[in-house]
């Protein structure tokens, strides 16, 4: 356990309905980031805060899809009118703050069907 | 010049054996790569990391080799054990983008 907890951790949904998916990274955490993996593939990155400003968006998060980070503590990823594309594993990362390159720790993600 | 290349895609080896895996990379502005260990149900946890000024790096049984001017760069496993089943990423990032780019994966198994 990398101390990065992710709800739900499973997600079953039909076509066109909405949903959210929380993460709650470490504490001492500033940096969260939310990447995006389906079956035999490598994580891809969708978008990236530091505290509660949203530094960075991959082009693959299209207008359906908006995070958010409050406080610039939990943070919420919104998939809105979902389609079968986005069956997917979406997974959360923090780090801490500083300089140079801090180790990524990942939560166990939570796993997307839709119907 | 974002991708890194990943290959094999899958590997068996016995007990005991050094399995290699490989990436390569195309953006010459990347200057952090990581190498992720992923167990099933699970998020990908840093086994080890490397920056371009050093040609090799070992931590335990885990070592990266790095090919600068191939664009190259490997993890090798020594006495690799069952326990060391899991699939790999390699990964690469670059100074003020923080994201990681990651490779697909090689799915490791290691017969007893």
């Known amino acids: 356990d990398t101390g990065v907890s992710q709800d739900p951790r499973h997600k079953i949904t039909k076509r066109g309905q909405n949903v959210t998916f929380r993460c709650d990274p470490i504490?001492?955490?500033?940096?969260l980031y939310w990447y995006r993996q389906t079956l035999g593939q490598g994580p891809e990155f969708l978008t990236y805060?530091?505290?509660?400003?949203?530094?960075?968006k991959s082009r693959l998060l299209s207008d359906r899809f908006s995070a958010e980070r409050p406080k610039g503590s939990f943070s919420t990823l919104e998939i809105q009118r979902t389609e079968q594309g986005d069956s997917a594993m979406y997974l959360c990362?923090?780090?801490?703050?500083?300089?140079?390159?801090?180790?990524?720790?990942f939560g166990p993600g939570t796993r997307l069907t839709v119907l | 010049q974002q991708q890194v290349k990943q290959s094999p895609q899958s590997l068996i080896v016995q007990k005991g054996g050094i399995p290699i895996i490989n990436c390569a990379y195309e953006?010459?502005?990347?200057?952090?790569f990581p190498w992720y260990q992923q167990f099933p149900g699970k998020g990908p946890a840093l086994l080890i990391a490397?920056?371009?000024?050093?040609s090799e790096k070992k931590e335990g049984r885990f070592t990266i080799s790095f090919n600068k001017s191939a664009k190259q760069f490997s993890l090798h496993i020594m006495d690799s054990q069952p326990g060391d089943s899991a699939t790999y990423f390699c990964?690469?990032?670059?100074?003020?983008?923080?994201?990681?780019?990651f490779g697909q994966g090689t799915r490791l198994t290691i017969n007893p």
């Open positions: 990362a923090s780090t801490r703050p500083g300089g140079g390159y801090n180790e990524q720790f």
């Open positions: 490397i920056r371009p000024d050093v």
């Open positions: 504490s001492e955490h500033n940096r």
């Open positions: 953006n010459t502005a990347f200057d952090y």
């Open positions: 805060f530091q505290n509660e400003a949203q530094l960075e």
């Open positions: 990964a690469a990032s670059f100074q003020g983008a923080q994201k990681l780019v």
